[in-house]
């Protein structure tokens, strides 16, 4: 009777230390999955972020290449009226010359 009983008893812990022992792992590996989860999930948004950034930054490459083109059109734009404001310059100082010269001749002529 009494191995019987001994038996039962460690039987009845070794059961008992088991089902704990089976719970306490099924916990970490909830916790673990749980985790997992988390970071694939983040992964998932840090991946959708980047590729927004990427569209962004491929959208502002676009619109600094259209800039840099109309920058440089304003440029030789620019050059044009310079050249055209020194010629008119030119002939306005010989036509302002011309008008001394004209004066000159009057005066003399008065």
């Known amino acids: 009777m009494f191995v019987e009983w ?3 008893t460690i039987l009845s812990i070794v059961s008992i230390y088991l089902f704990v022992k089976m719970y306490y792992f099924k916990s970490i590996t909830n916790k673990e999955q749980r985790s997992n989860d988390m970071m694939k999930l ?3 948004e840090a991946e959708i972020l980047i590729r927004k950034y990427q ?4 959208r502002a490459l676009g619109n600094v290449d259209i800039l840099s083109e109309e ?3 304003l440029r030789n734009e ?3 009226f310079k050249s055209k404001n020194s010629k008119h310059r030119q002939e306005t100082d010989r036509l302002n010359g011309k008008i001394k010269v004209l004066k000159s001749r009057i ?4």
């Open 78 to 80: 620019l050059k044009v």
């Open 55 to 58: 569209i962004q930054l491929q």
């Open 107 to 110: 005066d003399a002529l008065l």
């Open 42 to 44: 983040t992964l998932h």
């Open 71 to 73: 920058l440089t059109k």
């Open 6 to 8: 001994s038996l039962l």
